[in-house]
């Protein structure tokens, strides 16, 4: 069996328009296990997939929280990184993560924030981002979150929700340890915000949040989240 350092679990859902320039990029190497998990591709998201040294597995159930979980009940690792796709690692990111979670009282971690546009804008953007995720102990899931293998199954794993399932995951893991902030920046692709642009995108993430803290049915908020998207 081979032995691992590091899971890192992806969920995928109709990427193929991205999927080849992000994974291209991507640092394989042989002690860490890239777990791709679709969660009904109808595109060729799957079998571009196939062109590279991961494992590519289909989820039993959609939704981000059921892949995330899938992908961790077959990871081989003790360390395990939920990534999203258009993001991109730093080069140390491994160390990085040990150092991380070798912090006292640290239960989690995440990276730094930062997105591939340029301007000032952006930059007050990671600013915000980056001191929420410190002073709130609230990092999110664009920021590549990543915990013991042992504590993500003691707190029972994502949420089988529509959406906020790193938000609420994150809710829980901080009520039993600190959510440590790795001293590199994860590279955020810029896409959403080009499309929808800053203030939008800005407000539907509030909406969510405030409508998740309400009570709100995240059913329903899932479906104001699209059709925001959607305009």
Known sequence: MAYFKISIIIPVLNEAAILHHFLARFPFRDDREVILVDGGSQDQTLALAQAFPINVVPSPQPGRGHQLNYGASLAQAEILLFLHLDTVLPIDFQDQIVETLGRPGVIAGAF????????????????LVNWRSQAWNLPYGDQGLFVRARTFRALG??????????YEWVQRAKARGRIGLAQRAILTSGRRWQKLGLLRTTLINQVMILGYHAGIDPTRLAQWYRQGLRG
């Open 157 to 166: 794993g994502f949420a089988a929700l529509p959406i906020m399932e790193d």
């Open 112 to 127: 730094r924030f930062r997105v591939d546009l340029p301007g000032l804008t952006y930059r007050c953007l990671e600013q």
